[in-house]
């Protein structure tokens, strides 16, 4: 299936677990891709940053499994997308002063380098060249 949208890490665990800092219009868009029968990209970062999360004892240390189970439901909505040279060379597109933070630059990089919008909060990233969705 197609990804049509990569998620920040604070998207999906935002989505996970219903929280209501999730705005109206990623949730809406979260579900039309669901709906449409699509998938929604998941940067191998986001795994990591929410390990250190839960290292850092800032999200409950269920939050790993529940993700990995998402990720490996059969036609899951979400699907893991990896760091390889690909993505790493569209993070070269991505100015580090606009996009200082490297786990979220590389979420940019991993949306950029499909060709989708990125679901995401983050200021930055939304100012940046990376079309968003919040």
Request: glycine share 4%; no cysteine; aromatic share 6%.
């Amino acid at each position: 299936m197609p990804v049509r949208a990569v998620v920040d890490t604070h998207t999906v665990i935002w989505y996970m677990h219903g929280n209501p800092r999730l705005s109206q219009t990623a949730r809406s868009a979260i579900a039309d891709i669901e709906l449409a029968g699509y998938q929604i990209g998941v940067s191998a970062i986001t795994l990591a940053e929410i390990v250190y999360l839960i290292e850092k004892e800032r999200i409950p240390d269920t939050t790993y499994g529940q993700v990995m189970a998402l990720l490996q439901r059969v036609n899951a909505l979400l699907v893991e997308i990896p760091i390889d040279h690909q993505v790493v060379d569209a993070m070269r597109q991505i100015e580090r002063k606009s996009v200082p933070d490297m786990p979220d630059r590389l979420i940019a990089a991993t949306a950029l380098f499909l060709g989708v919008p990125v679901i995401s909060r983050d200021g930055k990233i939304r100012l940046s060249t990376v079309a968003t969705i919040w």
